[in-house]
């Protein structure tokens, strides 16, 4: 060997052992660098199939490995791996790791600021003494060298909804609520202080709200419009006569000559209490159902002679007078149609009697149909009786008559005597 390397071996030998290093003539290299050895203190790979006296027993063939060997089949092979490179050295630093001499003492390294880290590029470099931290950013934790998000919904932040996204997370609310100051409370949004869709009331409820309808209104299917009930529809009793719907209500109407008596009766129009007829001064008022009627003040028809109003007279000395009843009473009514039968109308009462007579009740002209009959309650009056349901507007015209016979007065030669009541009886063309 040449001495000036031997010399620079020797001087490479007391540096090594100066840097603790167990070093032997078998463990470092010498590199010579323009007339410079340098040292590498490598540890170098012992052969135990080498120096092992029978390192593998029987038929084992021993190989040899980095750090080790191995006792395989002779059949096997192997193929070595590469060594490992060699890494240059680095100048001599008296200082701690994460240190660097500066003067007399030795000052921390920056490590972040020189870009000597290791850290991700989504992790932040934070420099320490004698070394640096990879920290990761809020809403990550670190699990060995990566940064991986946190599920902050698994720790229930949110009152009602949690969506996590990379690096943090987001509250939501169910429909009817609304995100609390904290942005993680649900409170309650009053739709109908914001618009809701109802078209009359709105009335709000936790989480939602409820539409209601006006009177006479209900609700569509949507739950949101009101819808007009018809009320004439659901019955034909509202209204006696007529029944007509309107947004939210019902009124009933009465026909021509009614009023309307409350909300839903029809009462007759006296028209002749109201002046409301157009009858002449010759002629009488006679209020029917629906109308009116207007009648001769003198209706006495020869041989009959007015003697008051509403009554006749058929003089005895007259002949034609002989067959004929000796008064007639003008009287008028007027009923409804489709009058429950039987039925009493009207009462036939005599306004003088003679002693001793008996007195028999007819009808003497006018009932063709047999719409009527006569029943007889005593000696001195009778109801006529509608014992068909009649339907109008129909007018009829009965001649009741009463039939006297006195036998106190047979002497005379006639005893029988008789006298009538005209009845024009209107029939109206409503049940009201």
Do not use: W
């Not at 060594?83 to 790791?97: D, G, K, S, V």
């Not at 009331?201 to 409820?210: H, K, P, S, V």
């Not at 739950?223 to 939210?248: H, K, M, R, T």
């Amino acid at each position: 060997m040449p001495k000036k390397l031997k010399l620079a071996t020797e001087f490479n030998k007391k540096l090594c052992k100066t840097l603790s290093l167990h070093i032997n003539e078998h463990e470092f290299i010498y590199l010579q660098f323009f007339d410079l050895t340098t040292c590498l203190c490598l540890p170098s790979d012992i052969n135990e199939c080498e120096t092992i006296p029978d390192a593998c027993k029987g038929e084992m063939k021993c190989f040899n490995h980095y750090g080790g060997y191995l006792c395989l089949p002779r059949s096997a092979s192997v193929i070595p791996a590469p060594e490992p490179p060699i890494a240059p050295t680095e100048p001599f630093n008296p200082c701690p790791l994460g240190y660097e001499p500066q003067g007399d003492s030795c000052v921390d390294i920056d490590e972040c600021e020189r870009e000597e880290h290791d850290c991700q590029p989504s992790q932040q470099c934070i420099n320490t003494l004698g070394a640096f931290t990879c920290q990761c950013p809020d809403g990550y934790r670190k699990v060995g060298t990566e940064c991986i998000d946190i599920d902050e919904c698994r720790y229930r932040y949110c009152q009602h909804r949690c969506v996590n996204v990379p690096g943090s997370f987001s509250c939501q609310c169910e429909p009817g609520f609304q995100l609390a100051g904290n942005n993680r409370s649900c409170i309650d949004v009053n739709e109908c202080d914001m618009g809701a869709p109802c078209s009359q009331r709105c009335y709000n409820t936790y989480g939602t709200f409820l539409c209601r309808c006006d009177q006479g209104y209900e609700l569509g299917p949507d739950g949101f419009a009101c819808n007009d009930i018809d009320e004439c529809s659901y019955s034909s009793y509202l209204c006696q006569y007529q029944c007509v719907n309107e947004p939210g209500k019902f009124s009933c109407v009465c026909p021509e000559g009614y009023q309307l008596l409350g909300t839903r009766l029809c009462q007759d129009i006296n028209e002749c209490e109201t002046g409301e007829h157009q009858c002449s001064e010759t002629q009488t008022c006679v209020n029917i159902h629906g109308r009116y009627q207007c009648v001769d003040a003198n209706r006495c028809q020869d041989p009959y002679v007015q003697v008051s109003e509403n009554r006749c007279v058929c003089p005895v000395n007259k002949p034609a007078c002989r067959d004929l009843p000796f008064s007639i009473v003008h009287r008028y009514m007027s009923i409804t149609s489709e009058r429950s039968v039987p039925s009493d109308i009207f009462q036939i009462q005599a306004t003088s009697v003679s002693p001793g007579a008996y007195n028999t009740f007819r009808i003497r002209s006018g009932d063709d149909n047999g719409d009527f009959y006569i029943r007889q309650i005593n000696n001195i009056s009778a109801m006529l009786v509608l014992a068909r349901a009649v339907s109008g507007p129909r007018e009829y015209t009965l001649d009741l008559e009463m039939v006297s016979v006195n036998p106190l007065l047979s002497y005379q030669g006639s005893y029988q005597t008789s006298s009538a009541l005209r009845l024009s009886i209107y029939v109206g063309p409503y049940t009201f």
